[in-house]
């Protein structure tokens, strides 16, 4: 059977945990990662019920959106719901992990689930991250470039938006003189030696940096490794909050706010005025006043969220639509993201459940 260190590099390589905020906590909270899986519950959010819930249908990992130890602990005594959950876990060896930020911050992640769900077509980040890249230069003998850029690719350099395999060569000449005691690759111990090289040069993610250095000194033929690790402050056009698309045609804003409330099953979409047709959108699921100049800036006629406070509608300045469809119900297909990750590489190795505890503490009267 899979263990949850198996379930963890999945949901890693899909959401990597350096792309979480500063604030979050992200990751395994609670279980042993050489624990073998035999069903995972999939939740938003991990609550005593939905933990009961997973001991009852005989699963021992719950997968959740928001983390449950979230603000730091100094005691565990059960004094709080928290607490309780994480005892309730801990008795019944029951594994809890999370992926919160880190899921929101990738291309296909929280927002790009959103976004198919109203429709929207041509998806961005609409806030693309900075510095979470570097460009590593390395100088290889002609006959082993390709060997040495394909274990690159494979370790996860050389990857542009869509585009894939990505590098920069130019052809040059090398000297060195190899010390007394070296097995140099060519040359003698003790004589100068100059040789064709290749400079190479492939875009990475800072957070693969050290596989993608290892790749690099397996299969570069030399016994020392001349390269330069150069931190860039280019944006990573697909790690970022929120997202911006189009729909298929134009609506006008009452037909807008009712497919809001048709696409998520809403029955209240909180709104600001605006009377012009809406093509563009941005949104951001979750809490996501923070980007409401962002969706200004990027032309959006209307920015879909949750959790605005009442001065924040004023932010639209009678430029966009501000539409405010809850907390819960921006990122209630979330589960749908687990779910597909976990079968499409486990298949029916073990069960995998999605909550039937509804875990939204916001009810309405209309």
């Known amino acids: ?89 801990i008795r019944h060896d029951i594994a809890l992990y999370a992926a919160h930020t880190n899921l929101d911050n990738v291309l296909q992640g929280v927002n790009r689930k959103l976004a198919e769900k109203l429709g ?20 290889v003998p002609p006959p082993h470039t390709d060997a040495v850029l394909q274990a ?7 990857q542009i938006g869509q585009y894939s395999a990505c590098s920069f060569r130019t052809s040059g000449t090398g000297t060195f003189t190899p010390g007394a005691g ?8 003790t004589e100068p030696e100059t ?26 033929p030399y016994e020392e490794v001349a390269y330069e690790i150069v931190k860039l402050e280019n944006v990573h056009q697909d ?7 189009e729909l298929p045609e134009p609506l006008s804003p009452p037909e807008f706010r009712q497919r809001l409330k048709a696409a998520l099953g809403v029955p209240v ?8 047709p809406i093509r563009k959108v941005a949104l951001c ?12 800036t990027a032309g959006a006629d209307a920015y879909v969220t949750g959790d605005l406070k009442y001065h924040e509608y004023f932010g639209a300045e009678g430029r966009l639509m501000l539409c405010d469809v809850g907390h819960f119900e921006s990122e209630q297909f979330t589960g749908e993201i687990f779910r597909d990750l976990l079968m499409g590489n486990f298949g029916s190795t073990f069960a995998v459940l999605i909550a039937e505890t509804l875990t939204n503490p916001v009810r309405y009267d209309c």
């Open 1 to 89: 059977m899979p263990t949850v260190q198996a379930l963890m590099r999945v949901l890693e390589q899909a959401a990597p945990l350096a792309y979480q905020e500063s604030y979050d906590n992200a990751g395994l909270q609670c279980g042993n990662p050489a624990m073998e899986v035999r069903g995972v519950l999939i939740a938003l959010d991990c609550t005593l019920a939905v933990v009961e819930e997973a001991r009852r249908r005989g699963c021992n990992v719950v997968v959740a959106h928001h983390p449950l130890i979230f603000k730091p602990l100094k005691r565990l005594t059960g004094a709080t719901e928290v607490e309780q959950t994480l005892l309730l876990a």
């Open 120 to 139: 929207l077509r041509s998806l961005r980040i609409l806030d693309p991250k900075p510095g979470l890249l570097a460009k590593l230069i390395t100088y």
């Open 152 to 158: 690159l690719y494979q370790a996860g350099a050389g």
């Open 182 to 189: 070296t097995n140099p690759f060519i040359g003698q111990p």
């Open 195 to 220: 040789v064709a090289e290749e400079q190479v040069q492939v875009l990475l993610p800072l957070h693969l940096q050290s596989a993608v250095l290892r790749a690099l000194r397996q299969t570069h």
């Open 239 to 245: 790690v970022g909050a929120g997202m911006v698309g």
């Open 269 to 276: 979409v909180k709104h600001t005025d605006f009377e012009q």
């Open 285 to 296: 699921g979750g809490a996501g006043s923070f980007l409401i100049g962002k969706a200004r």
